[in-house]
């Protein structure tokens, strides 16, 4: 295995991932490589510290992902699409008001092992393919815009909601970890297709909305409370 190490943080314009499948570029713990306009993200995996993407972001097939964290910050107005077919890096967050993220048009994109998709702000939308958060990844909103569409949105772990706008869309939102919807801000619409949840169900009732959208809510697990 091959290590192309960055010490120390670093700027670039236009930065592209393709070492290699197997090879890992490291980030150190706590360092922040910056890339301002567009990061493509082809082959190979990124590991450890935090790549911060202020313009846009291609990731393809053969991606490997990586144990890094991609953050989606910037002040610019800018869309662009995450395809399905490989993996993203372990921890995503998008935190920039002016941007649209779209998710894959087909097949599944998946995070890499047990980190957490962050909504802070901005918008997500999600496509016809599907979006998986890995082996035990979860999700948290505190701000921001997320529509799911038809497709199928895996949370394997803990979901939890303090606030921006969720929509399930017309497919299929799997939870397979604690639900916590807790916040007077925070507006969750259910999927017209299907909800589940396999973990403890939490809303604060005089709090965060929840409106179910005429879909179905399916408890698919016996083992805990609700």
Known sequence: DLDNLIATAGVFYNFTSA??????????TGDTMTVNNTLTLTEGDIDTGTVDAKGTVSV????????GTLTITGTGTRTFTMEGGGQILKNVTINAANVTVNGPTSGTLTLDGSGIFTMTA??????????????????????????WAGGTFTVPGTFDMTGGTFTGGSGTVDIAGAFTL??????LTAPSGEMQFAGNW???????TFNHNNGTVKFDSLSTTR
């Open 19 to 28: 070492q290699g499948a197997g090879i890992t570029l490291t980030v150190n």
């Open 60 to 67: 393809g097939a053969g991606f490997d992902g990586g144990t």
């Open 122 to 147: 901005g918008t997500f939308t999600g496509g016809v393919g599907s979006l998986n958060l890995g082996t035990s990844g979860a999700f948290s909103q505190g701000g921001g815009t997320f529509t």
């Open 182 to 187: 807790t916040s007077g801000t925070a507006i």
């Open 202 to 208: 939490t809303h604060t009732a005089t709090g965060a």
